[in-house]
């Protein structure tokens, strides 16, 4: 009885060293993510993939529709969503509630102007700001992560108005998407 007994534990031991981790025990960090082939899959009509935004709705490819759009703009100084940019930020976060597998990157950055210790913490708060605004409007926050970029990373390069107004702007990247 105490072979059985063991032998019993050990397929349990294995069988639960097998399973795939549950959305609780995944990585925070993006750069962490599991593999692809060992990332749990969704099922839809086509042939289930490991990338849950490749199976879900062309909403994010579609260049006609709100979510594609994936930058939101801030002013000098300033980590406050504005009102021109909610209508964005509302689309992606019913994105999120219709596909609660999903996750998004908030990408804060900011222009060249200030040293890189204060741009890195404006673009977090930045990138904070939009977490929170899609919190409110009822994506999980299991689904979110954030980093910041700071002036790393200019969408523009010309040292000129034009091109600071750019790269002042949280960016919102679908890994795998």
Known sequence: MGYRTLVLALVLLATACSNAPTSEDAPSRVDALPPAAQR?????????????????????????????????FFDYDQSLVKDSDKR???????????????????????????????????????????????????????????????????GCTPSEESCWTQNRRVDLAYPGG
């Open 40 to 72: 749990p899959t969704e099922t839809i009509a086509a042939p289930s993939r490991a990338d849950p935004v490749a199976g879900a709705s062309d909403a994010l490819r579609d260049p006609n529709s709100i979510p594609s759009t994936r930058s939101v």
């Open 88 to 154: 964005i930020l509302r689309a992606h976060a019913d994105y999120l509630r219709q596909h609660p597998r999903a996750r998004i990157v908030a990408q804060g950055n900011t222009d060249e102007r200030g040293t890189r210790e204060y741009n890195i913490a404006l673009g977090q708060q930045r990138a904070e700001a939009v977490r929170r605004f899609l919190i409110l409007l009822g994506a999980e926050d299991r689904q979110i992560d954030t980093v910041s970029f700071g002036k790393e990373k200019p």
